[in-house]
């Protein structure tokens, strides 16, 4: 057995799935009898993680001498029979479509504990899962759900390499607290789901692919393809048709690095529309208890994805942008320049105007980025457990229009006296940067509304809970944030 399998895991969670001292986990050792149905890669993994963490395995095989130089020595490998009959706990990992061969041990496993860690094989959704079948078969044992989340690998590598949630939920709590007690001691965060309804959930859980990126990947890559199209038709077909020019070399990385930023900034001002919409909905409607419309209460959960999309473009943009120098293209078109100046006579090229635009919106891009990046970071759940709701909220509002705001002076300062500039509309259409601005302009315009105090106050009772229609007298405390319900006085 490796040796780290041997090790007691750092840390240990509670019945919210909360972590706990190592100690506290310690107290509750016993030396209970755990059998495993089942010797195939999951039985095996799960057998040494259990072997580790101090319990007595018995694995029942229906060929047990051909099985048992798989597991650990420490392991009894014997009948299905006998380790049914042994244990209080049995973990049944076979595949469900072979759960019925069990049926025989029946009266072995009358009262215990059955732990069904099956997968389906494909997403399931109506009928009853597999748990709730076992759950039919074996009427007189208490069948809990769980562990079907993890693989095989993790169970063996004790589960640094991988997710520690488990998912856990039974008909019966005394048999759900046992198992949750023995996920913990395995070094895992049980989650319990609840009843033995919930199996079909946790049975689907494996199939789910970042379940709540479709929406904002999908409107990524729809701007992506619009502004791709609309720069490519403005920089690479415009020169093509009138000048008879060909520049299809712009297209890997010019016209991308127009694309990228142009998505960065549009996306980073969904993230903030949504917000303002739920605010005037709530100042229309004089009250907060008024559910959403649908799309925007979906919108609103969507924010996080839409702006870690938003950070991956700006990420790659600010990429793009620092190798623009050093692609050939670049030199010879550096070259060209000196050799024309020289012809014409130009000595000087410096161009205040140009030096200042440049210094500026290159300054002002990485203030952005990093504004994003500190965003970015305080979304992963290590970082956000580690400072409180108001920190969050300053760092994700307050700081998060300082990151619009920083980013649309970037956009601004590029596009400098541009748009007065008619070269700039080829085939009669605006340069990229201005249609880009259309709504993060609007959005901090909008947010500046709301700040008005008269709205801002109006918002902000509404928020703490008044309505229009209630005709309730409602007077704000001094300082809203700090203290609670207390200052509110209803006639
Ligand atoms: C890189 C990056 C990472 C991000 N990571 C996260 C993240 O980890 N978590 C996250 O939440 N956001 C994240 N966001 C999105 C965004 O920063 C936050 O949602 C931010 O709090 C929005 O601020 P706001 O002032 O617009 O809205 P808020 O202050 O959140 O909301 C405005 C008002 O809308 C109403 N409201 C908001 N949500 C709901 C709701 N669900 N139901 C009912 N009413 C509601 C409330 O009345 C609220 O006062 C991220 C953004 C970026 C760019
Ligand atoms: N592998 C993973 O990473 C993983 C992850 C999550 C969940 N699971 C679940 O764990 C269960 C086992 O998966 P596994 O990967 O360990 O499968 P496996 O390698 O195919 O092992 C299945 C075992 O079931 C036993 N078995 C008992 N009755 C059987 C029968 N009638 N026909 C065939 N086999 C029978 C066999 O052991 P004997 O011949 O010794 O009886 C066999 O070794 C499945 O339900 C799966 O969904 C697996
Ligand atoms: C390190 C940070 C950044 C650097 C170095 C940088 C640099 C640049 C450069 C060089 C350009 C001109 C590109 C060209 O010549 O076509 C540009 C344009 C632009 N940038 Fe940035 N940028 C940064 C961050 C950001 C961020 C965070 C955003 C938005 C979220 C952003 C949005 C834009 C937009 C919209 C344009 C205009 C694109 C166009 O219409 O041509 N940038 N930036």
Redesign the pocket.
């Known amino acids: 057995m490796p040796e780290e399998m041997q090790q007691a895991l750092i840390e240990r969670g509670d019945d919210k799935g909360r972590c706990r001292p190592l100690e506290v986990c310690m107290s509750e050792f016993d030396t209970q009898v755990v059998g495993i149905l089942g010797t195939g890669d999951f039985s095996r993994s799960l057998a040494r993680r259990l072997v580790a963490s101090g319990y007595r395995v018995v694995v029942g095989s229906r060929t047990p001498k051909h099985a048992v130089a798989l597991f650990p020595e420490e392991a009894e490998v014997t009948s299905q029979l006998e380790a049914a009959s042994q244990a209080d706990v049995v973990f049944v990992a076979i595949f469900p479509e072979h759960h019925a061969t069990l049926l025989e041990l029946k009266t072995a496993l009358a009262g215990k504990i059955l732990v069904d860690v099956s997968n389906s094989s494909q997403i399931k959704r109506a009928g009853p899962s597999h748990a709730e079948r076992l759950a039919d078969m074996f009427p007189e044992s208490f069948i809990v759900k769980g562990l079907n989340t993890i693989s095989a690998w993790v169970l063996q590598t004790g589960s640094r390499d991988g997710s520690r949630q488990v998912f856990l939920c039974s008909d019966s709590s005394k048999a759900k607290s046992t198992v949750l007690a023995m996920c913990r001691r395995m070094g895992f965060c049980p989650v319990d789901m609840g009843l033995l309804s919930s199996s079909r959930e946790i049975e689907n859980l494996p199939f789910y692919l970042f379940p709540s990126w479709g929406t904002p990947i999908l409107i990524t890559l729809i701007l992506f393809i619009f502004f791709y199209l609309y720069n490519f038709v403005r920089d690479v077909v415009h020169p093509l048709v009138k000048a008879k020019k060909s520049v299809f070399y712009k297209m890997p990385i010019?016209t991308v690095?127009?694309t990228l930023?142009?998505v960065?900034?549009v996306m980073?001002a969904l993230v903030y529309m949504p917000g303002l919409l739920a605010a005037l909905v709530q100042l229309r409607r004089g009250t907060k208890y008024d559910r959403f419309p649908n799309w925007l209460d979906k919108w609103l959960t969507k924010r996080k994805q839409f702006g870690l999309c938003?950070f991956l473009c700006?990420a790659m943009?600010?990429i793009y942008?620092?190798c623009?120098p050093m692609r050939q293209s670049a030199r010879f078109r550096l070259l060209n320049d000196a050799f024309k100046q020289v012809k014409e006579g130009v000595e000087d090229a410096w161009s205040d105007e140009g030096v200042w635009r440049m210094e500026l919106?290159?300054s002002v891009?990485?203030i952005?980025?990093g504004l994003?990046s500190l965003l970015a970071i305080t979304s992963l759940p290590s970082v956000a457990d580690n400072i409180n709701w108001r920190e969050f909220s300053f760092i994700q509002s307050t700081l998060g229009y300082c990151t619009l705001s920083m980013?649309t002076v970037?956009?601004l300062l590029?596009?400098w006296d541009r748009a007065f500039d008619p070269s700039q509309y080829r085939f009669l259409l605006p340069?990229?940067?201005m249609v880009?601005l259309i709504l993060p302009v609007s959005v901090l315009l909008v947010r500046l509304i709301l700040l008005l105090p008269c709205i801002a106050q109006q918002l902000r009772q509404i928020r703490r809970g008044w309505e229009r229609s209630r005709h309730i007298r409602f007077i704000l405390p001094n300082d809203d944030r700090v203290t609670g319900f207390d200052n509110v006085s209803h006639v």
Do not use: K, Q, R
């Open positions: 010019e690095n127009v930023p142009s960065a900034l980073l938003s700006a943009h600010a942008s620092l623009l919106y290159v891009g990485i952005a980025l994003l980013a970037h956009t590029f596009g340069p990229t940067f880009v």
